[in-house]
């Protein structure tokens, strides 16, 4: 069995870095014929932590694959971009076993909406950055988290087959508390490394925004309690300790001119906790900062 991964930004990037030197033959699925061929001519370039460099080759493609049958699929867009890709999947009839990677929580929605037979989500906390085409810096260990879905999940022991001391994987058995714990993670770190404009480490060691980032923390975890032993202070912490010299997602869309994903981030999250009769007068303040400089058109 073989894995497809749709998308090859830095995770996409990352992760077919380390299944291609687990063994596993990927083929990524790019936009642009550019990408395709720098990918397919020197392979994925991994510049590690240590700052040595891991060359891995994969087969790069701009046409969805409709051969085989076999492969598992690794959906690594964002949501922006999901809609329009599981369209194209249903019109071509490709019904293969997907592992949805995701930062917000309409993924999940969207994703079991589909008559997709075997589905996954999963999470990954790396830090990774892409330099160019081919290149991807893997700034910070993180984890992998995959949840299980519908279907069957063993169908998906391809990609935890990969777990290494650099890339490590593990399940659980449900696939809604591994979304909401890490879209409560980047909510606690997204929109306050956007509008401050500093990378992942900056929330701790600048004391100002270190005193945002726990008061953001306080009020996401008074707001959903039952996340609590799941989610400490620390742990969020060391998310960003081990992605330190990395930049958010949000901020790297706000500096590049992107539209953020902050209705699959933070609204989600207002929304969610609206509806436990919770108040989130923080992230509702930081939701109406980021949409403001959305609608500016800024790009810095």
Not at 20 to 35: A, W
Not at 86 to 111: R, T, V, W
Not at 180 to 200: D, Q
Request: aromatic fraction near 4%; proline fraction near 3%; glycine fraction near 6%.
């Amino acid at each position: 069995m073989d894995v497809v991964i749709v998308g090859a930004g830095s995770v996409g990037l990352l992760l077919g870095s380390y299944l291609s030197e687990s063994g596993i033959k990927v083929t990524m699925v790019v936009r642009r014929e550019e990408q395709a061929s720098e990918l397919n001519k020197n392979g994925i370039r991994r510049v590690n932590e240590d700052g040595s460099e891991s060359f891995l080759g994969v087969h790069a493609t701009t046409i969805i694959p409709t051969d085989n049958a076999s492969s598992v699929w690794i959906i690594a867009v964002k949501y922006i971009d999901l809609q329009k890709l599981l369209i194209q999947l249903d019109s071509l009839e490709i019904k293969n076993p997907m592992l949805f990677i995701q930062n917000g929580l309409d993924h999940y929605s969207m994703a079991n909406a589909t008559s997709i037979p075997h589905l996954a989500f999963a999470t990954v906390e790396h830090g990774a950055r892409r330099l160019d085409d081919n290149t991807v810096q893997h700034n910070g260990v993180g984890l992998v988290t995959i949840g299980a879905g519908r279907g069957d999940s063993t169908l998906f022991d391809i990609v935890e087959n990969a777990h290494s001391k650099s890339f490590p994987v593990t399940r659980h058995v449900d696939a809604e508390f591994v979304l909401m714990r890490k879209v409560l993670i980047n909510c606690m770190i997204n929109p306050l490394t956007a509008i401050l404009e500093v990378e992942n480490g900056g929330l701790l060691t600048n004391p100002s925004c270190h005193e945002l980032f726990v008061t953001l923390y306080d009020e996401l975890i008074n707001a959903f309690p039952e996340m609590k032993p799941h989610l400490s202070l620390e742990a969020v912490s060391a998310v960003c300790q081990n992605t330190a010299h990395n930049k958010s997602s949000m901020l790297s869309d706000r500096l590049a001119g992107r539209p953020m994903e902050i209705k699959t981030i933070i609204t989600a999250v207002i929304e969610k906790a609206h509806a436990l009769h919770k108040n989130v007068p923080l992230l509702a303040m930081l939701e109406k900062m980021l949409f403001a400089i959305e609608s500016k058109g800024e790009q810095l």
